[in-house]
């Protein structure tokens, strides 16, 4: 069951990872056709660049904790820490994923035995319980709508 849960947050990862990515090439764009001060432009800029930065960490991580790969739990946590400040969503996921990550049941999963046990038995589809999956697509697809709504709205101004 810790296999699926793991599997089930990279794949959350993933999806926020990509809208985050998305997020803040729309952020760059606006901010680059909005804003006339330079300063101001500037940090906007750069703030953008490490939302977007932070998003191909959380991204990729995820894909490591689909594949299992045992640098991806450390990555993992590196990106939920960075997922903290996108409140409320974010928070969650991040709170959920820390739990989930610093587990002992988790270092199990990434062990080199688990890795052998799995490359020696037949591999079958797994089901993680229906609450999982609801904290953890809920953040997931409000992200992604929401950043869809920022690019239309974006493509109606001016």
């Not at 450390?74 to 997922?83: C, D, E, K, W």
């Not at 799995?118 to 797994?126: F, H, N, Q, Y």
Request: some cysteine; overall charge positive; charged content about 10%.
């Amino acid at each position: 069951m810790q296999e699926a849960t793991i599997r089930h947050l990279g794949a959350s990862f993933v999806c926020v990872g990509i809208a985050l990515f998305l997020q803040g090439g729309v952020n760059v764009v606006t901010v680059q056709r909005f804003v006339d001060n330079d300063e101001a432009r500037l940090v906007a800029t750069v703030v953008s660049g490490v939302l977007t930065l932070g998003a191909l960490l959380v991204g990729l991580s995820g894909v490591g904790l689909l594949k299992l790969a045992p640098a991806a739990r450390y990555a993992g946590i590196v990106g939920a820490v960075f997922l903290v400040i996108l409140c409320p969503c974010g928070t969650w996921l991040s709170i959920y994923a820390l739990i989930v990550l610093f587990s002992k049941s988790t270092g199990t999963v990434f062990s080199e035995d688990y890795a052998e046990v799995i490359a020696a038995t037949r591999r079958t589809r797994l089901h993680a319980p229906g609450g999982t999956l609801i904290v953890l697509w809920t953040p997931a697809v409000f992200v992604v709508v929401s950043s869809l709504i920022g690019v239309f709205r974006m493509a109606t101004l001016r």
